[in-house]
C-alpha cells in the first residue's frame, strides 16, 4: 500500500525511445490504480511521491522484439531472485511533516525534505548485493536534482 492506502504493484514494461532508435526494459514499483503504471509513482502522503525504478537498454527498435524482451526479462532470474525482492522489501516511513508556509505544489518534495526521503529509501535498500549505487532525489525526470546518497560504498 502506499502512503494513502491505495495498492502497490511492480511493473516490467517495454520502453520505446524518443526517435525510435533505442528501446529497453523500465521496471519499478507503481500506484495499482488509476495511473500511468510506467511512471512509477507512489503517493507518500499528500505532499510526496516516491518512485522505484530500474532498466537496461536494449538494442534499436528495429532489431528488438519488444515484448518478448521485455517478458524474457520479467522471467529471468536476474529480475525474479535479485531485482524483485528489492522492490518487494522497501517501505518507506512516515512522510516528512507538511510546514504550511513552506509547501510546494502537490505532489513535490521540497529541497528541505530531499535529504531526508534520499537517506530513507537508501536505508531501506542498503542491505541487498544488488542495490543501485546511488539514490537520487528529484521531484521528476525533467526536474533539478535534489538530493543524492551513495548506497552501499
Do not use: C
Amino acid at each position: 500500500m502506499d502512503g494513502i492506502g491505495n495498492p502497490v504493484q511492480t511493473v516490467v514494461a517495454g520502453s520505446f525511445g524518443h526517435d525510435g532508435s533505442s528501446t529497453g526494459v523500465a521496471y519499478g514499483a507503481a500506484a495499482g490504480t488509476g495511473a500511468d503504471t510506467t511512471l512509477f509513482d507512489i503517493r507518500w502522503g499528500n505532499h510526496h511521491i516516491l518512485s522505484f525504478s530500474g532498466g537496461s537498454e536494449l538494442d534499436s527498435y528495429d532489431q528488438v522484439d519488444l515484448p518478448a524482451e521485455t517478458q524474457q526479462f520479467a522471467d529471468s532470474p536476474r529480475f525474479r531472485q535479485d531485482i524483485l525482492p528489492i522492490l518487494r522489501s522497501l517501505t518507506a516511513g512516515e512522510p516528512p511533516a507538511v510546514d504550511s508556509e513552506a509547501t510546494g505544489p502537490t505532489g513535490t518534495i521540497l529541497d528541505t525534505d530531499a535529504d531526508i526521503v534520499a537517506e530513507d529509501v537508501a536505508s531501506a535498500v542498503s542491505g541487498s548485493p544488488d542495490a543501485p549505487h546511488t539514490v537520487t532525489v528529484s521531484n521528476g525526470a525533467d526536474k533539478p536534482t535534489l538530493a543524492t546518497v551513495t548506497v552501499n560504498d
